[in-house]
């Protein structure tokens, strides 16, 4: 078994929907990113690739490459899973906390665990997603974007 920690961060200002675990919340600010700016799946992508040691997702898909501008993170995580299975590793569980003031998240948990099971190719129950706020404090305190901290479990294919 392997384990990996990822953690990503977007501000508020983005031109497009606000995308957070492959969802669009609706009527949100986007955040601000070279791709859709999903920090949750950013995250996970991160923490899978770790586990894997397989670096991490700005060497995947840099932001100086104009073919991942507007990027869907879904295929971008997509892709980590086939390179992470490709290497002789599945991915075991995969466990994430939202970090944000708003908006309130609680109504969308379980579709987000659905879609990132979805992408990851596991079942719900080897998803999980929470969020919690800052009470105020620091930047994500004020509202001024959104972070995640995820973690992976990987094991190796049999």
Same mark, same amino acid.
């Given at each position: ?5 990822g953690f990503d961060l ?10 957070l675990a492959?969802?669009e ?9 070279h ?10 992508a ?5 586990a894997a040691a397989?670096g991490d ?5 840099p932001?100086t490459?104009?073919r991942f501008?507007g990027?869907?993170s &879904?295929?971008? =995580? *997509?892709?980590?899973r086939?390179l ?6 599945? +991915?075991g569980? /995969? ?6 003031? &708003?908006?309130? =998240? *609680?109504?969308?948990r379980e579709v987000m665990?659905s879609?990132?099971?979805? +992408?990851l190719? /596991? ?5 999980g ?6 009470e105020?404090l620091?930047a ?5 974007g ?5 973690v992976a479990?990987l094991?190796?294919s049999?």
């Open positions: 078994m392997r384990v990996g920690i977007h501000r508020f200002g983005g031109d497009g929907p606000l995308m492959g969802i919340i609706p009527s949100e600010p986007g955040l601000l990113g791709s859709d700016a999903d920090c949750v799946l950013h995250a996970l991160d923490a899978i690739l770790g397989l997702i700005g060497q995947h898909f932001d490459d104009p501008k990027a869907d &879904a295929e971008l =995580l *997509a892709k980590v086939k992470v299975e490709a290497e002789g590793f599945r +991915i569980n /995969v466990d994430c906390t939202i970090l944000a003031e &708003a908006p309130r =998240l *609680a109504p969308y665990r879609r990132i099971a979805e +992408i190719g /596991v079942s719900d129950g080897s998803v997603v929470k969020a919690t706020t800052f105020g620091g994500l305190g004020r509202r001024e959104i972070a995640c901290q995820a479990l094991r190796e049999v």
